[in-house]
C-alpha cells in the first residue's frame, strides 16, 4: 500500500509517530506529520493503526 498524509489537514497530534515510529515523525518547528516511508506491505499493521488513530483524517492509504 501507498501512505500519504496531509500536512495540511494534520492538526500535530502525533499519534501517527507514537504509532508506526518508522514511518511518521513530526515536524519540530510545528509539530505536523512528516513521512518517512510512504510504501508499506498490504495490511501493514502499524500503517493501518496510523490511520484509524489520526484524529484529523490526514492519513490516507491506497492499495496498489
Ligand atoms: S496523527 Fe494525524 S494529526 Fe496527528 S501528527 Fe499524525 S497526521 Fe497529524
Do not use: K
Amino acid at each position: 500500500m501507498r501512505i500519504a498524509a496531509d500536512r495540511e489537514v494534520c492538526t500535530s497530534a502525533g499519534m501517527c509517530a507514537l504509532t508506526a515510529p518508522g514511518r511518521f515523525d513530526q515536524d519540530e518547528a510545528d509539530g505536523r506529520v512528516v513521512l518517512l516511508d510512504a510504501d508499506a506491505p498490504d495490511g501493514d499493521p502499524e500503517a493501518l493503526a496510523a490511520a484509524e488513530l489520526c484524529p484529523s483524517g490526514a492519513i490516507t492509504l491506497t492499495d496498489l
